[in-house]
């Protein structure tokens, strides 16, 4: 009795350390590239290494597997940690190693590519979305509507449709930006699972630090 509870013991401890996968990588509809308001972070976060002074506006937080229906896939088998070289990759397009190495943890083994090819995506990605110039670092309002940011990111992205991203919220303060892309990066209407999470009226975007 000993032997088997001891075996259980070893069996769920070892459950509990590694991440659940859930998903098979590669199968899923659309991608999301979700953007930080990165002073918002650095409210909560303010000895974070991206909160050390460096001006950052939006940041990469990650690009996201979903989908149609709902949901997402998540910490895909196999797991394996990223070499230096995909580190290096890596670390040009994230704000910290640690979000790196969490956001493809989680979300990049399930997109079905190599690591080198999903920060490739990820880098091309970046490049689809031009950031409105209102919301560039130092020129950012004290505050908007959800509405507004929505229309200045069209505005900016004349490709990207009505429903093309969801403004994120935390309370009455600016948190991220999503935006729903296709397999091949194009610009692609978000489901009812994708949409904007804000109060009505002004919410406040924090100035950078």
């Not at 670092?137 to 959800?146: D, G, I, M, R």
Request: contains cysteine; charged residues 20%; positive net charge.
């Amino acid at each position: 009795m000993k032997y088997w509870m001891a075996v259980w013991l070893v069996l769920a401890t070892s459950a509990m350390a590694a991440p659940r996968s859930q998903g098979t990588p590669g199968e899923f509809d659309f991608y999301v590239l979700s953007l930080s308001w990165s002073p918002t972070f650095c409210l909560t976060h303010p000895d974070n290494e991206q909160c050390s002074g460096k001006g950052y506006g939006f940041v990469l937080h990650g690009l996201w597997p979903q989908y149609a229906r709902g949901g997402w896939p998540a910490s895909c088998a196999p797991q394996s940690p990223l070499s230096r070289e995909e580190i290096e990759k890596g670390a040009t397009l994230f704000p910290t190693r640690s979000l790196l190495k969490h956001e493809w943890s989680k979300h990049g083994t399930c997109s079905g590519l190599e690591p080198l090819a999903y920060l490739e995506k990820t880098d091309q990605a970046l490049g689809v979305v031009t950031i409105p110039q209102p919301l560039q670092p130092f020129n950012t309002p004290p505050s908007l509507q959800a509405s507004d940011i929505e229309a200045l990111f069209r505005e900016s992205n004349p490709r990207m449709g009505n429903h093309g991203l969801a403004v994120i919220c935390k309370g009455k303060v600016l948190s991220e930006v999503r935006v729903c892309l296709t397999k091949d990066l194009a610009f692609a209407g978000c489901p009812r699972s994708v949409k904007t999470q804000c109060r009505d009226g002004d919410i406040r975007i924090p100035a950078q630090r």
